[in-house]
Nanobody, 115 residues
Framework: QVQFVESGGGLVQPGGSLRLSCAAS????????MTWYRQAPGKQRELVAN???????NYVDSAKGRFTISRDNAKKTVFLQMNSLKPEDTAVYYC?????????WGQGTQVTVSS
């Protein structure tokens, strides 16, 4: 049963921008703490940005000032706006939602930053 569908990944040149989206298939989305993670080849998955049900946000240091996480509860969607992209941002990006004992993951979307 698919809970999240991600979109927006792709190939972009250094300095470019992408906007990732993660759409939920259930109506209680507004209650969920939402997180974007990424995993580069040969590396561990790392937290990129988080937004809780109240709209409070948190970022990994490498994303501060460049990435913005937001959510639209009416559309049951969380976004990750990524600006000033660098080659080291290349990874598969995953969205994750947690509420109570529920923990759902998206399928991942590839982001490649290369000239």
């Amino acid at each position: 049963q698919v809970q999240f569908v991600e979109s927006g990944g792709g190939l972009v040149q250094p300095g470019g921008s992408l906007r990732l989206s993660c759409a939920a298939s259930f109506n209680s989305f507004r209650l969920y703490n939402m997180t974007w993670y990424r995993q580069a080849p040969g590396k561990q998955r790392e937290l990129v940005a988080n937004i809780d049900s109240s709209g409070n946000t948190n970022y990994v240091d490498s994303a501060k000032g460049r990435f913005t996480i937001s959510r639209d509860n009416a559309k049951k969607t969380v976004f990750l706006q990524m600006n000033s992209l660098k080659p080291e941002d290349t990874a598969v990006y995953y969205c994750n939602g947690r509420f109570s004992s529920r923990d759902y993951w998206g399928q991942g979307t590839q982001v490649t930053v290369s000239s």
